[in-house]
Each structure stands twice: as C-alpha cells, then as structure tokens.
C-alpha cells in the first residue's frame, strides 16, 4: 500500500526555513499546511509520484522566496495522500487532511470524479480550498455545489477544449492524411470520461462525421472489457477514441487488438502513459495520436519549470498535469502572502475562504508578472504583494487567469507516438479553439 506515512512513503513532505537562506529577523509569516490528494494507487498510480513532486518543486519556490522576503516560510508542511484514483478513498484521505492537519488548501485531485466527490463531501462542506491539478471534466464548470461557495479551482482547461481539438483531429482539420468519418468511444464512468466523450462526440458530428456509440466502462478496474468493446466496435467504427486512465486502456486496447483486430485508436491526456505503452508495445502505439491540456514545451515557463523538475527529482518525463501541480501550489502559495499582507498575521486565520478571497488576486491580470520557474521573479512578485501591488502569475501550465467558475484557459497539445514515447506535434492556442 502506498496510502499514507511519512516515514515510508516521503508523501508528507516537510519544508523549514533551513533552505540556504537567511532572511530578515523581523516576526515570521504565519505558515499554514497544504493537502494534495493524488493517485498512488489504483487506474493512475503511474501519475502520483510526479504530481506530488510537481507540488512540492512550487511550495519550495514559494518558502525559498518568502524566507527572502519576509524572513520564514509560509508553508508549513506539504501533506499528499492517495486517492486510489477512486472518490470514496479519496473522500477519506480529504477528511483526515482537513481535520487532523488542518489544511486549509488542497491540491487536486487528478481523476474529476475523485474531484467532485472530495468537492462536495469533504472540501466544500469545510469551507476548506480545493485547486486541482488534472481534472478537466465540464461538470466541474457548473457543479451546484460550488455555485455560491467558489471553493473549487483548476490550474488546467476543462475537456470542453480538448474534446473539440480531438474531434478536429479525428476529422482531419489538423493534420494532413489523418482523417476518420466514423468513430466510437469507450470511456471511464465519471465526470472525466463522460464529460470527455460527450464534447468529443458533439464536436465530431457538428464537423459532419458519425458517431456509432459511446461505450462506459466502471471505474473499478476489470480484468477484461470485450463485452464493453463488442458494442462500441459493433458497427465497425473507423476510429475508437479511449477516454480512460492507464489501468483500464492497458487492458482494453490489448483486447481491441487481439480479440477484435481493431488499432484505430486516438488517446486522451488520461492514457498517455508509460503503463499503456509497456502493456501493449511499442509497435502497437507507433504513429497513434492523442491529446493533452497544458503542455506546451515552447512556453519559457514551462521549459524553467521542467528544468528544475527534473534534476530536483530525477525524473526523466513530465507527465501532463505535472506543471499544472506547480502552478496550483504557487498560486495558493501567493494567496497566502497576500492574506499575509492584509493583515492575517497567524496560521488560524488564514483560511480557506480567506485563501479564495485573495487567489484571483494573485493569479488573474493586471499587475506584476510572476512566471513559474524564476525564483527572482517569484521574490519580486512577493515584494510586489507586501507593497499593495498587483500581480499576475504566468505558469506553466499557461496563464492562470481564473474566471467567475475556478476555470483557466491553457493551451492543448497534439501528441503522436514514436519509439513508445509521445512527442507534441502541435499546440492549439486557446484563442484558435472553436466553441464547439
């Protein structure tokens, strides 16, 4: 089990002022704890490691520049516990965060339906900030729950803009020579994969293709899927796109393969992983495309931010949703220095209300520009808040420019494999993204 513990796992990740600086000896800032949710277990175990990581690289940015600037860290330990990549596990770990820790901020989750449960059963009802990192189901847009409380942000674009560039692709408006009139979905049952194949499939048939089914399959993961890929493939679609995480598509495209000799596929952020490639080969994702928000590897933002990933933590890929992990713990982390600024000058006041009153603030235009990766930037920004001036954040992600929903516009890569690895062959700007 890799559920919890800080001595076996590392997932709770304490962070002092002892990080190479000496700031100044006026009174610390107060320092809060952050949760994350993440999953080390279950359908997106692959994922966990990095997003806990990705969180941690931004709350050492934001303690190495507060311990600069106002002479201590703001964060105080950096909680992560397993989702399971399930709700009721993550509902769980929540709860724990919030009444044994006392976050009051948690990143994540990365599965939308652990989102919106840990929305509306643990983080919501607490009043406590929940920023997540990888969920982009459009149901999170418009969650009643969230209606009047404003609890509930993401630093990544909802699947409203990736199912319209994957039906753009899948109908051949972007890539020469790859073009599909027909196609089916398989999809995970929750808020991600509904939501996904549902723009997905509204876009393909506005753009004139047909949509033969879209298939669910339980977010419990099953040792085999040909009942639910007999209906998707029943009329011979020419494409089947797999809206799903690495555990379920590990096992479902085997079978598309040898049980039903279909290879048509096109993958989503959810899937593009090292698990699928390992289970299926190599050859068998040769030249298959796929789509992911976030990454766009030009941006100067997330090329720092990559950087220091890596050879903080030794890791040789940045998933998608990686950077976005960052930008979240970043922007909670400004947050906490303009509640600082305002005059909440002990931990128990800073709450989670007090942390969403102040997170557009920090984030959204106009004002100095933070950009992710650039400690002297990160200080300068700090310097901008404790002074009454605006800032901005440039992550990277993209720009984390909250709307009246918790919602950002980031960019959405195409991806395409070669030699088992995904590699972006374009990158769709928010701006040229058709509503539908």
Do not use: C
């Amino acid at each position: 089990m890799r559920r919890t513990t800080q001595s076996t796992l590392g997932t709770v990740i304490a962070v002092t002022a002892a990080m190479g600086f000496s700031g100044p000896v006026a009174a610390d800032p107060p320092a809060v704890p952050i949760g994350q949710i993440a999953p080390f277990t279950g359908a997106g175990a692959e994922f966990g490691e990095f997003y806990r990581d990705g969180a941690a690289l931004g709350i050492q940015h934001i303690n190495q520049a507060a311990s600069d600037v106002l002479g201590g860290p703001v964060v105080s330990n950096h909680i992560a516990e397993d989702s399971a990549t399930e709700p009721t596990p993550a509902v769980e770990a929540a709860e724990g965060l919030i009444s044994v820790h006392g976050v009051p901020a948690i990143i994540g989750g990365w599965s939308s339906g652990v989102t919106v449960a840990v929305a509306t059963s643990a983080t919501i009802p607490n009043e406590v900030l929940q920023v997540s990192n990888g969920s982009t189901s459009p149901l999170i847009t418009v969650l009643p729950e969230d209606a009047e409380a404003d609890l509930l942000f993401r630093t990544t674009a909802s699947d409203a803009l990736q199912g319209v560039v994957a039906a753009q692709l899948a109908r051949g408006e972007l890539i020469d020579g790859y073009e599909f009139d027909t196609a089916s979905t398989i999809y995970i049952n929750n808020p991600y994969g509904q939501g996904l194949s549902n723009a997905f499939s509204r876009s393909f048939q506005l753009r004139g293709g047909t949509i033969h089914a879209q298939v669910p399959h339980p977010e419990e993961t099953q040792p085999t899927y040909t009942s639910m890929l007999a209906s998707a493939l029943a009329d011979d679609p020419e494409l089947l796109l797999a809206a799903s995480y690495p555990g379920h598509s590990a096992v479902f495209l085997a079978e598309s393969r040898d049980v039903f000799e279909h290879t048509n596929w096109q993958l989503v952020d959810g899937n593009l992983a090292d698990d699928v490639v390992n289970a299926i080969g190599a050859d068998s994702v040769e030249g298959v495309y796929g789509t992911s928000p976030g990454q766009d590897p030009d941006r100067p933002e997330f090329q720092a931010f990559a950087e220091q990933f890596r050879a903080e933590f030794d890791h040789q890929r940045v998933p998608p949703f990686t950077e976005s992990a960052y930008d979240a713990a970043i922007v909670i982390g400004l947050a906490i220095v303009k509640a600082y600024a305002d005059g909440h000058e002990t931990p128990d006041s800073i709450t989670g209300p007090v942390l969403r009153d102040r997170l557009r603030d920090v984030a959204n235009p106009p004002g100095v520009t933070v950009s992710a990766g650039d400690l002297d930037s990160i200080r300068a920004g700090m310097e901008a808040i404790m002074n009454g001036e605006d800032v901005q954040y440039s992550g990277a992600a993209g720009p984390t420019n909250f709307d009246e929903a918790g919602d950002v516009e980031t960019p959405i890569a195409i991806v395409q494999y070669s030699d088992g690895r995904e590699r972006t062959v374009m990158i769709m700007d928010p701006a040229e993204i058709p509503e539908e």
